[in-house]
C-alpha cells in the first residue's frame, strides 16, 4: 500500500494502472498534436508549390492555414504535458510545465497575431482591388 498526497491509502496496482493509463493517453495526445502540425505543414507545402507553379500570390493565406494548424498542435501537446505532470507531481516538473505553458502561450499568441495581421493586409488589398474596379468603371 502507498500513501497519496492526500494521505489516502492507495493499493500499489491502483496507481501503477492509473499511471499507465495517463502516460498512454498522454503520448496519444502528444502524438496527435504532431500529426496535427506535420498535415499543416506539408498540406501548407503542397499549397505553396502550387501557388508558385500557377504564378499566383497566395502567401498570406497559405501563412494562415500554416498558422491553424500550428496552433492547434501547440495546445494539443500543451494537453499532454499537463497530464504528464499530473501522474508525476514534483515542483522541478512543475516548473517545466509553467516554463512549456508559457512558452507555447507566447508562440501561440506571436501566431495569432501574425494571422489577425496577414487577414488585415488580405482585406486591404481587396478593399483596394474594388475600389480600382469602381474607378475603372466610372472612367
Known amino acids: 500500500m502507498l500513501i497519496d498526497s492526500f494521505n489516502v491509502i492507495q493499493p500499489p496496482a491502483l496507481i501503477s ?15 496527435i498534436g504532431v ?9 501548407s507545402a503542397s499549397l505553396f508549390i502550387l501557388s508558385v507553379l500557377q504564378r499566383k500570390n497566395h502567401l498570406p493565406q497559405i501563412r494562415i492555414e500554416l498558422g491553424k494548424y500550428l496552433a492547434l498542435g501547440l495546445e494539443f501537446l500543451v494537453g499532454k504535458d499537463i497530464i504528464e ?19 507555447r ?8 497575431w501574425e494571422l489577425k495581421d496577414v487577414l488585415h493586409g488580405m482585406e486591404e488589398e481587396q478593399e483596394m482591388a474594388k475600389m480600382v474596379s469602381r474607378q475603372k468603371k466610372s472612367s
Request: proline share 2%; charged share 5%; aromatic share 12%.
Open 35 to 43: 500529426i496535427i502540425m506535420a498535415f499543416g505543414a506539408l498540406y
Open 105 to 112: 502561450t507566447v508562440i501561440t499568441l506571436f501566431l495569432s
Open 17 to 31: 494502472g492509473l499511471q499507465y493509463v495517463s502516460l498512454i493517453t498522454a503520448a496519444i495526445i502528444g502524438f
Open 85 to 103: 505532470t499530473i501522474v508525476h507531481p514534483t515542483w522541478t516538473d512543475l516548473g517545466k510545465l509553467a516554463a512549456i505553458v508559457a512558452l
